[in-house]
């Protein structure tokens, strides 16, 4: 049991943060709008310097895997395959069944991944997981835009994917870190103080503002396709793609950023999508907010478990 407070203590500031943010709102000391602009601030200007300091920091030529990234992709767009199988199988209502879908392969992998891995690993072993997302965020962009438009009359546009990807700020800001390690430069003092400032700033402010933007609505008549979901994201995927992961030699930095993206929450921007998409929005909303909640459980539980295999 001695690795059980170490995983409290990995997983609990996470719930800390966002209950202040919701507390910020209740008080009215921040409103929706205010929290509407940090987080289009955090997600364009914040996350980037957060991924591009990490890669910078990190020995992007011992710490890179090309393989660990084929298979974080493999698996991600083979439970998107699998599911996009299953679901239609036990919901007949169209707009759940995106949304569904959605929920079980799209996690909150930079909110999570980051302020997690940073918490198990050493600065020096963030590069991976920043490289990760970097990948797997746009990729789960991608696969949300065709979930919600095979259910629904959107058509998929191929051309405006592949730019979105390209002008996507943490692709960018990855990249740009990437080049620079590999390039050998070396920021000035000054310059590489306030790029840490801003880093150490990133998680706190995007776990409050994501706090401060979850909507508690009453529960709809969507109850077991909700219950349904969080098993599959929280329990389901996590356990079969960590066996995966394990039984391919998976550990440490290359398996924390696994589990974050396997057994994350879903994100919260898959409300926003669902409802531009003709998903149905309540469900989406009560997807992120239920699989975030039960998250705080489950990830402590599987942080305990790979602590005391040896494994992270």
């Known amino acids: ?39 289009n601030a955090i997600f364009r200007f914040f996350l980037p310097i957060n991924l591009l300091m990490n890669v910078y920091e990190a020995d992007v030529r011992s710490t890179f895997r090309v393989d660990v990234l084929l298979f974080a992709v493999g698996l991600t767009l083979s439970i998107f395959f699998l599911f996009a199988l299953f ?37 020096s072993q963030l590069g991976m997981t920043s490289i990760l997302i970097a990948v797997i965020v746009p990729l789960n962009n991608v696969l949300s835009v065709v979930a919600l438009s095979i259910f629904s009359d959107h058509k998929i546009q191929p051309g405006r994917i592949l730019l979105d990807i390209l002008k996507n700020p943490m692709f960018i800001g990855t990249i740009i870190g990437i080049l620079i390690s590999l390039s050998g430069l070396k920021f000035p003092l000054f310059l ?78 898959s409300y926003t999508m669902a409802q531009q998409m003709g998903g149905d929005p309540d469900l989406a909303s009560q997807i992120v907010v239920f699989t975030t909640i039960f998250s705080m459980f489950s990830l402590v539980v599987f942080i305990t478990v790979l602590k005391s295999l040896f494994l992270i």
Do not use: C, H, W
């Open 87 to 123: 679901i239609p199988r036990i919901e007949k209502d169209n707009a759940k069944r995106g949304v569904m879908l959605q929920g079980t392969f799209r996690s909150n992998f930079v909110l999570f991944g980051l302020p997690i891995a940073t918490s198990l690993l050493s600065e």
């Open 1 to 39: 049991m001695e690795n059980f407070p170490i995983a409290l203590n990995a997983v609990m500031p996470l719930l800390l943060y966002m209950l202040i943010g919701q507390g910020l709102l209740r008080a009215r000391l921040l409103d929706g709008t205010t929290y509407q602009n940090l987080n």
């Open 192 to 269: 590489d103080d306030t790029l840490s400032g801003i880093k150490g700033l990133v998680t706190p402010l995007a776990l409050i503002v994501m706090g401060g933007t979850f909507r508690f609505d009453a529960l709809n008549n969507a109850r077991i396709q909700l219950a349904m979901t969080v098993f599959f994201k929280l329990v389901l995927i996590p356990i079969i793609g960590l066996t995966l992961a394990v039984l391919y030699g998976l550990t440490r930095e290359n398996l924390v950023p696994m589990m974050t993206m396997l057994g994350g929450p879903t994100a919260v921007s």
